[in-house]
């Protein structure tokens, strides 16, 4: 009588990465197939991982799916591309194309939790906290470069804009156009950065 095989398991390849790995690696499955197929089973397999792993780490889908939204804006923060640094006009989001090339499936999620918090509006805070730090890195660059004040308004309508950009980049893949409409942004603010300041009863400042 034969004896029997030996049962082969799973290797484990990335046992000692522990939770940043698997927060990672969810935010690579849901880019790909959305927050429906974001189980235990299909984040273990994109980490190499056991499935009980997942398990002990987490405890419950809903507290990997916070969890993966935590991580998710802690990480795109990381790589705000809003705040250049340079105090002029040509500098702005001078890395945005570039950051949707080296992080797609980063951009990829929040587009996809942004479509599901219709669905389910516990995750609205999770998002709204997001866009929030969003809105202000874009005042505050902005801010460095215009003479006067930044209002909420021209903050967000300039973040929507590179938000369209990033979107557009994401879905198409055309860098080139990206690059070619921040050029022209840049040259809006330009003149913008060229005005004379206002004077506190809001006419122009004559110097």
Do not use: C, W
Not at 169 to 197: I, K, N, W
Request: aromatic content about 6%.
């Amino acid at each position: 009588m034969n004896d029997p095989k030996p049962t082969t398991r799973k290797r484990v390849k990335n046992y000692g990465t522990g939770r940043t790995a698997l927060l990672e690696a969810a935010v690579r499955v849901v880019a790909r197939g959305g927050l429906r197929n974001l189980t235990y089973r299909a984040v273990a397999e994109e980490a190499g991982v056991t499935h009980g792993l997942v398990v002990h780490h987490f405890g419950s889908r809903d507290a990997l799916i916070e969890e993966a939204v935590t991580h998710a804006i802690r990480s795109s923060l990381g790589t705000n591309s809003l705040e250049s640094g340079t105090g002029g006009p040509d500098g702005f989001a001078a890395g945005l194309a570039d950051m949707v090339d080296s992080g797609p499936e980063l951009q990829a999620f929040q587009y996809e939790l942004l479509l599901e918090a219709r669905r389910r509006p516990e995750l609205l805070a999770h998002l709204r906290a997001l866009y929030e730090e969003y809105f202000e890195a874009s005042r505050r660059e902005l801010g460095r470069l215009l003479p006067d004040p930044v209002s909420p308004g021209l903050s967000r309508l300039v973040f929507a804009a590179l938000e369209g950009l990033v979107l557009h980049q994401l879905v198409f893949g055309e860098r080139a156009a990206t690059e070619d409409a921040l050029s022209e942004l840049r040259s809006l603010l330009e003149v913008l950065a060229s005005r004379p300041q206002a004077a506190p009863d809001g006419r122009p400042d004559a110097g």
